[in-house]
């Protein structure tokens, strides 16, 4: 079950002896939607960061370095999904490009050894007055972030 607008694209990993090459995202892509920044974000094993929803942009995550579990839950209230919640892990073993529509609400958890790097091409520039953010104690709904 998924969330409506939510993707989750296969990415690929060219390696060779030397090290390798990540694909992320290509502005001829059908899933690209525009160029607002790139930035990155690191999460040590066990962080939690979330829970926060834009309002108008578009996130488009990858995880070269580590692994990050996140959980997205539709709170659109006019949505065909509302209600409904993807949880997920991606790092270079499960090398996804995740893309989270606006609207939708997401938090992620650090679970390999060591730091986490997460990349983001999104939409639109940075504006903390288009995202809202909620605490992991007002969750939009009930996540065990206990790491096995």
């Given at each position: 079950?998924?969330?409506?607008?939510?993707?989750?694209?296969?990415?690929?990993?060219?390696?060779?002896?030397?090290?390798?090459?990540?694909?992320?995202?290509?502005?001829?892509?059908?899933?690209?939607?525009?160029?607002g920044?790139?930035?990155?974000?690191?999460?040590h094993?066990?962080v939690?960061?979330?829970?926060?929803r834009?309002?108008?942009?578009?996130?488009?995550?990858?995880?070269?370095?580590?692994?990050?579990?996140?959980?997205?839950?539709?709170?659109?209230p006019?949505?065909?999904?509302?209600?409904?919640?993807?949880?997920?892990?991606?790092?270079?073993?499960?090398?996804?490009?995740?893309?989270?529509?606006?609207?939708?609400?997401?938090?992620?958890?650090?679970?390999?050894?060591?730091?986490?790097?997460?990349?983001?091409?999104?939409?639109?520039?940075?504006?903390?007055?288009?995202?809202?953010?909620?605490?992991?104690?007002?969750?939009?709904m009930?996540?065990?972030?206990?790491?096995?």
């Amino acid at each position: 079950m998924s969330i409506a607008g939510l993707e989750i694209i296969p990415l690929r990993i060219i390696a060779d002896d030397r090290g390798s090459v990540m694909h992320m995202l290509r502005a001829d892509a059908m899933h690209f939607a525009s160029f607002g920044e790139i930035y990155f974000s690191t999460v040590h094993r066990g962080v939690v960061k979330g829970w926060k929803r834009h309002r108008q942009m578009q996130l488009s995550l990858a995880v070269p370095v580590g692994a990050i579990r996140f959980v997205c839950f539709d709170g659109r209230p006019d949505s065909v999904t509302a209600g409904r919640s993807v949880d997920l892990t991606i790092g270079p073993a499960n090398y996804k490009l995740l893309i989270i529509p606006p609207g939708v609400w997401t938090a992620f958890q650090g679970v390999a050894e060591g730091t986490s790097l997460l990349a983001n091409c999104a939409s639109i520039p940075h504006d903390p007055a288009e995202a809202d953010n909620r605490s992991l104690d007002d969750s939009p709904m009930n996540v065990d972030w206990t790491l096995a």
